[in-house]
């Protein structure tokens, strides 16, 4: 489990650094819209595992270019819309809720599962995925111009902010890797 996750994490860098280019190209709402139907194949690939571990790459490739589409588009859109002076809380209050939700998602999931089947499981998680997008889809399409290059990571003026958001990424990656597994 732990080498599959260390896989889909390299693959979720690789595709936020090319999500963050497609956002810039097609703007943070559609971003957002052409990752969902990546989760839910993901999902769909879960539910084949028992005909070959292979599939596994196929849900941590689905998975990984998902969360890298989506999560890039989402910090853009998190960047440009909040308010330079509630900032601070509203990053508190996604990380919270982010949070409660990680902690209670596997927990209900299992339930849901367990009594119901996997297929109920994945309609149920496929609605509120699709219902999530229902506000995305009233706004406005945000587009960001955000220029970088492959060289900016690397660059020695943001070591020190760079080893802060890498920490703090440790930190949700192994939340997520080790919370599932206890």
């Known amino acids: 489990i732990i080498v599959f996750e260390i896989i889909l994490y390299s693959i979720v860098f690789l595709m936020f650094l090319i999500g963050v280019k497609v956002t810039n190209k097609i703007g943070v709402k559609h971003t957002m819209l052409i990752s969902m139907p990546l989760a839910i194949a993901a999902f769909v690939a879960l ?14 490739l ?19 819309s909040s308010d330079a002076n509630e900032e601070g809380v509203q990053v508190g209050l996604f990380y919270s809720l982010s949070t409660v939700l990680a902690i209670v998602g596997p927990f209900v999931g299992g339930l849901l599962a367990v009594k119901y089947g996997f297929g ?13 997008l229902i506000p995305l889809l009233s706004g406005k399409d945000i587009k960001v111009n955000l220029q970088y290059s492959f060289k900016d990571l690397i660059n020695r003026k943001h070591v020190s902010n760079d080893l802060a958001y890498l920490g703090t990424s440790f930190r949700f990656i192994s939340a997520g890797i080790f919370w599932p597994l206890f």
Request: hydrophobic share 55%; charged share 10%.
């Open 47 to 60: 539910k084949f595992l028992d005909y070959g571990s292979g599939l596994l790459y196929l849900i941590a």
């Open 62 to 80: 689905f998975d990984a270019a998902h969360r890298g589409l989506f999560w890039a588009a989402m910090h853009l859109d998190f960047t440009a």
């Open 120 to 132: 109920s499981t994945f309609i149920v998680v496929s609605i509120i995925l699709c219902t999530s």
